[in-house]
Nanobody
Framework: QMYLEESGGGLVQAGGSLRLSCAAS????????MGWFRQAPGKEREFVAG????????YYSNSVKGRFTCSRDNAKNIVYLQMDSLLPEDTAVYYC??????????????????WGQGTQVTVSS
């Protein structure tokens, strides 16, 4: 069983940057597709970014494309989300998730069977 723990959230002014980390323990991180999702108050959880286990396919939502960068270090069992040019609408709880099935990284929540507890990101205007 893989366990995921996010870190790196916090309060930042608009235009600033944060880097989220998701550390995995147990399971086979190097063979899992990883995803980042977020949930803002009063809204449904939404896809942010996904990265294949080979690091060859990386997807982003249109709302973050060009501002966020997803990467992974399979030697350290960590996936990152570098967030630049942050906007107040990026305020949310950010979750990482793992999909251990052999398929391209998915944008749908249902594809991910393992989730972290989330980390709060607050962007002030």
């Amino acid at each position: 069983q893989m366990y995921l723990e996010e870190s790196g959230g916090g309060l930042v002014q608009a235009g600033g940057s944060l880097r989220l980390s998701c550390a995995a323990s147990g399971g086979t991180f190097s063979r899992a597709n990883m995803g980042w999702f977020r949930q803002a108050p009063g809204k449904e959880r939404e896809f942010v970014a996904g990265i294949s286990w080979k690091d060859t396919n990386i997807y982003y939502s249109n709302s973050v494309k060009g501002r966020f960068t997803c990467s992974r270090d399979n030697a350290k069992n960590i996936v990152y989300l570098q967030m630049d040019s942050l906007l107040p609408e990026d305020t949310a709880v950010y979750y990482c998730a793992a999909d251990e099935n052999d398929r391209p990284p998915a944008r749908e929540e249902a594809a991910y069977g393992l989730w972290g507890q989330g980390t709060q990101v607050t962007v002030s205007s």
